[in-house]
């Protein structure tokens, strides 16, 4: 059973900065696609990043890594702003087309 475990949230201020990492309880080389998602409070999950792909709300202040060594990917969030407070998790698809989900880690921008 794959498990992705995210960690790193917190609550920031606006203008700071956070990094979000996910690791993987297997090698994430066998992972077709990994990336990022969230959801804030009443609204849907959105796609925020993945290796090739970024959403516009995030360009040019999220940067996706990630290290094959520690099976692990990361978010960098910089210019944090209010409309960044959600729930943000980890997703995986591995070459079957089965996808994986983590518990997610909370992000808050709040002054």
């Known amino acids: 059973q794959v498990q992705l475990v995210e960690s790193g949230g917190d609550l920031v201020q606006p203008g700071g900065s956070l990094r979000l990492s996910c690791a993987a309880s297997t090698g994430i080389f066998g992972f077709l696609a990994m990336g990022w998602y969230r959801q804030a409070p009443g609204k849907e999950r959105e796609f925020v990043a993945n290796?090739?792909n970024y959403a516009d709300s995030v360009k040019g202040r999220f940067t996706i890594s990630r290290d094959s060594a520690k099976n692990t990917v990361y978010l960098q969030m910089n210019s944090l702003k209010p409309d960044d407070t959600a729930v943000y998790y980890c997703?995986?698809?591995?070459?079957?087309?089965?996808?994986?989900w983590g518990q997610g880690t909370q992000v808050t921008v709040s002054s």
């Open positions: 290796r090739t």
């Open positions: 997703n995986a698809r591995d070459v079957l087309g089965l996808i994986y």
